[in-house]
């Protein structure tokens, strides 16, 4: 059970208990003295998560092993809250069709009336019943817990509307409360939602940003990684692509080299940042050897007269900027399930774009007439070269901050 939003839904849980009948009248259920005789557990409730990726739907469900003892015969018989794995493994089945029947997830539902209609509801695909931690409840009281995970069959069609109902223990613990999360593409729902009193259902819309991500993470960050090297993050990582290409010997076979194992470096870097002490390694040698190489190409360039095929420090600061470009886009891949194709994609769309861009403007000068024997005019290359310096200014002041 993932508890990233667990402090959320004790805060949720804890206003609803605190809050009584009439909040739960204003969540449309009745109050426990309307619903019949007192419950042998009164203070039933468990917190759900709803993970739904690129259509595919998954519940994760904690709940209090006394709310299930209460509706599964021959489990927990004794009703002292406390369950063993031998228990647990017989009644699996049992726990499995009751909290189906009882827990509903339907696509595409519009309104809180259709999310209820069981024959929308998505079939269950594989489920799963294991022991959860000895945690305290929003009470302060140690509870056992069981944690159920539910897998269900993808629709048959795209959704952007997600209904949920349930109507767990309504008539053993009218009072029960589930405290649901739903994270659509990684993104965590606005609407945190207090299932209150009885039978209840409620509607989860996907936003646009939710939407787009149920396209491919590579070519969405294929296209990122196009654009990356245009971008304010990307400036210093430009600046330096220039120094190695313009100062490249006068030929458009040394400016591609340069350009080649610049981009290639920044791809290997990117893909290979989170296997790196990434917060220390950014925080100082990135930030810093930017700065430094920056300063170093530039100052380079501005002394000798002659072009440089510089292949060994294309592959070092190539791979600094690398780092510093999955670091850009950390955010987005946060969001996805593995970030092997994000950052593998990013880093192939900057290479291509980067080393296309190279090849081009290599091409153009490599035609300039006049004799010389760097790639790029002398006074080209010294307005690159202070552009450097200011990036270099740029890079430091970040660095420090």
């Keep these: 059970m993932t508890a990233q939003h667990a402090p959320a839904r004790v805060l949720l849980v804890l206003a609803s208990l605190g809050a009584g009948a009439p909040a739960a ?19 039933s409730f468990s917190w759900s998560n709803v993970f739904v990726r690129r259509g595919d739907v998954r519940v994760e469900l904690r709940v209090q092993v006394l709310s299930l003892a209460e509706v599964v015969a021959g489990f927990d018989d004794d009703l002292d809250g406390h369950t063993d794995p031998d228990e647990l493994l017989a009644a ?41 931690p000895l945690i305290p409840d929003p009470l302060n009281e140690v509870a056992d817990w069981i944690d159920i995970v539910l897998e269900y069959e993808p629709p048959d069609a795209a959704f952007d509307r997600l209904g949920v109902h349930v109507d ?14 739903v994270v659509w593409n990684g993104e965590v729902h606005a609407d945190i939602w207090n299932f209150a009193v009885g039978s209840e259902g409620h509607v989860f819309p996907a936003t646009p940003a939710m939407l787009a991500r149920n396209a491919s993470p590579f070519g969405r960050f294929a296209r990122s990684g196009m654009g990356w090297l245009g971008g304010r ?34 791809a290997l870097g990117t893909v290979l940042a989170p296997v790196l002490p990434v917060e220390e390694f950014v925080g100082r040698f990135f930030g810093y050897g930017t700065v430094l190489s920056l300063v170093y190409l530039a100052l380079d360039d501005l002394v000798h007269r002659e072009g440089h095929t510089r292949i060994l420090e294309g592959v070092v600061f190539g791979f600094l900027a690398g780092v510093g470009a999955a670091v850009s886009v950390e955010p987005a891949v946060a969001l996805e399930e593995s970030p092997m194709l994000p950052l593998l994609g990013h ?55």
């Excluded at 029947?101 to 489920?127: D, F, I, K, M, Q």
């Excluded at 767990?168 to 999360?181: A, I, K, N, Q, Y």
């Excluded at 290409?245 to 030929?251: E, I, K, M, N």
């Excluded at 190279?358 to 290359?381: D, K, Q």
Aim: proline content about 5%.
């Design 92 to 132: 699996t089945d049992d726990i499995l069709s009751y909290v189906t029947e009882h827990y509903r997830v339907v696509p595409g539902a519009e309104t809180a009336a259709e999310a209820a209609n069981a024959g929308g509801a998505l079939e269950l695909r594989a489920g799963t019943v294991f022991e959860g």
């Design 168 to 181: 767990l223990f309504e008539v053993t613990s009218p009072g029960h409360r589930d405290g649901c999360t």
């Design 25 to 43: 009248l204003a969540c449309g259920g009745v109050g426990p003295a309307e619903a019949g005789p007192p419950a042998v557990h009164p203070n």
């Design 233 to 266: 993050d990307a400036r210093a990582a430009l600046v330096l692509a220039l120094l190695l290409t313009l100062g490249a010997r006068r030929s458009l076979a040394s400016c591609v080299a340069c350009a080649a194992a610049f981009f290639a470096a920044t």
């Design 347 to 401: 880093a192939l769309g900057a290479f291509g774009t980067g080393l296309a861009a190279a090849c081009a403007l290599g091409y153009a000068l490599a035609r300039w007439p006049g004799e010389r024997s760097a790639l790029a005019p002398r006074a080209l290359r010294a307005v690159v070269a202070l552009a450097a310096l200011a990036a270099a200014a740029e890079a430091y002041v970040r660095a420090r901050a």
